[in-house]
């Protein structure tokens, strides 16, 4: 069954704590890209990449790092200096950049 | 700034009736996508576009676009309740390598 998924679902974070969300496709697309979404707003590019070990800022990079060290595998780390990180996180692949995108679940980042 | 702008930001109708629901940008594009988003999920790719096409039709969905006014349109006909969703437009440039998305359209389908 292919597809994207996301884990986990719901993320608690405390104060000056860095946490890592999960993106994984069995797709075989080259291209993955981490959004981030506000309530009633639309999506905002954090990072993304286009091969293995290759990845690019998007407009809101500040706070937040990524790797990729394998095809199916892009994970974002939110970082204790993304002051306002209470959103919903969508990760996204695609064959090849500017085509289609293939969104996962989401997971959505609250703050204790 | 790229950014597609929906219009309207919220639409309700009732079941049966047409939706339409509009995309303006700034920048040329070489292509624009809708997608749908259910709340609280990820969103679902309804339809691309490519700069080069007027029209396209997938199932109950119409898409146009008019490269000259920067704009393009989703219709969506014979509307269901399971339609309710929010659609958002998404459209790259020429130069770059990412997709910039609107707010959204919300639209409520009233059984």
């Known amino acids: 069954d292919g597809g994207i998924t996301q884990s986990p679902k719901y993320l608690f974070r405390k104060e000056g704590q860095n946490v890592t969300l999960s993106c994984e496709q069995n797709?075989?697309?080259?291209?993955m890209y981490w959004y981030r979404q506000d309530p009633g707003q639309g999506l905002r590019l954090i990072y993304y990449?286009?091969?293995?070990?290759?990845?690019q800022k998007g407009d809101i990079a500040e706070g937040y790092s990524v790797s990729r060290e394998k095809k199916e595998s892009f994970p974002l780390t939110v970082t204790s200096a993304q002051q306002n990180p209470t959103a919903f996180y969508l990760c996204?692949?695609?064959?090849?950049?500017?085509?289609?995108?293939?969104f996962g679940p989401g997971t959505r980042l609250l703050v204790l | 700034s790229q950014q597609g702008e929906e219009d309207p930001q919220a639409l309700s109708i009732q079941e049966g009736e047409n939706a339409t629901m509009n995309c303006s940008y700034k920048?040329?594009?070489?292509?624009l996508q809708w997608y749908r988003q259910n709340s609280g999920r990820g969103l679902v790719h309804l339809i691309l576009?490519?700069?080069?096409?007027r029209e396209k039709h997938s199932g109950r969905l119409r898409v146009t676009l008019d490269t000259s006014k920067k704009s393009s349109s989703l219709l969506i006909t014979a509307s269901r309740a399971a339609d309710t969703a929010s659609y958002f437009c998404?459209?790259?440039?020429?130069?770059?390598?990412?997709?910039?998305f609107g707010t959204g359209t919300s639209l409520t389908v009233i059984p």
């Open positions: 996204a692949s695609s064959i090849w950049r500017k085509e289609t995108q293939y």
């Open positions: 797709l075989n697309h080259d291209a």
């Open positions: 990449s286009q091969i293995v070990n290759d990845f």
């Open positions: 920048t040329s594009i070489n292509n």
């Open positions: 576009i490519r700069s080069n096409e």
């Open positions: 998404a459209t790259d440039a020429n130069t770059g390598n990412q997709f910039y």
